[in-house]
Each structure stands twice: as structure tokens, then as C-alpha cells.
């Protein structure tokens, strides 16, 4: 069955980095198109970044310059490398498979301190 794992969120200082994983398994992903998308707190999800099967990136505005989306068809594992995190990057991050329909992973929390 489809699964997708995400990993490395956490808590960062204000200005710094984190790289996300999803490990994906159950399903072709080297002809998928994955993305990420985040849900801060008492907000409603959003989207974050997308990468199709042909490497082209896709960005929200507001993490665009300082997020990004990559992917290893050999692992099949999509990355997301967040820089210059404020604190409004505070979120709950999710992956999500764009398949027959949308499979999710559980998330990965990350949250930005001052």
C-alpha cells in the first residue's frame, strides 16, 4: 500500500535551516508528482512546494527563494530544504503524493524560535 514517512522536523532558531524528508513506498514514484504543504496552527493546510516527475518546481509565494523541493528516484525519497526560516514557518509539515488521488504522511512538526 502507499505510505509516506516525513522526517526531520524540529525546532530551529530563527534565520537557520532544516532539510525535510518523505520516504515513499507502495507505489511508482519516479512518475509521480509530490509535493509539501504545511499547517500552522489553527490555520487550514497550504501548499508549499511541488516537484513533477520531470523535475520541474512549482512554489508557494511565500517560501519562494528560500524553500527547496528535490527528489532521489533512486530512494524514492522527496526532500524539502527550508532556509532562512522565520516564524511564521511554525507548522505542522505534510508530503502528499499526487497519485489517483492524494495519498498524505502523518507530518513532521517544525517550529521556529526567536
Known amino acids: 500500500q502507499v505510505q509516506l514517512v516525513e522526517s526531520g522536523g524540529g525546532l530551529v532558531q530563527a534565520g537557520g535551516s532544516l532539510r525535510l524528508s518523505c520516504t515513499t513506498s507502495?507505489?511508482?514514484?519516479?512518475?509521480?508528482?509530490m509535493a509539501w504543504y504545511r499547517q500552522a496552527p489553527g490555520k487550514e493546510r497550504e501548499f508549499v512546494a511541488e516537484?513533477?516527475?520531470?523535475?520541474?518546481?512549482y512554489y508557494a509565494d511565500a517560501v519562494r527563494g528560500r524553500f527547496f523541493i528535490s527528489r532521489d528516484n533512486t530512494k524514492n525519497i522527496v526532500y524539502l530544504r527550508m532556509t532562512m526560516l522565520t516564524l511564521e514557518d511554525t507548522a505542522v509539515y505534510f508530503c502528499?503524493?499526487?497519485?489517483?488521488?492524494?495519498?498524505w504522511g502523518q507530518g513532521t512538526q517544525v517550529i521556529v524560535s526567536s
Open positions: 502528499t503524493a499526487h497519485l489517483n488521488r492524494d495519498y
Open positions: 516537484i513533477d516527475d520531470s523535475g520541474r518546481t
Open positions: 507502495g507505489f511508482t514514484f519516479a512518475t509521480s508528482r
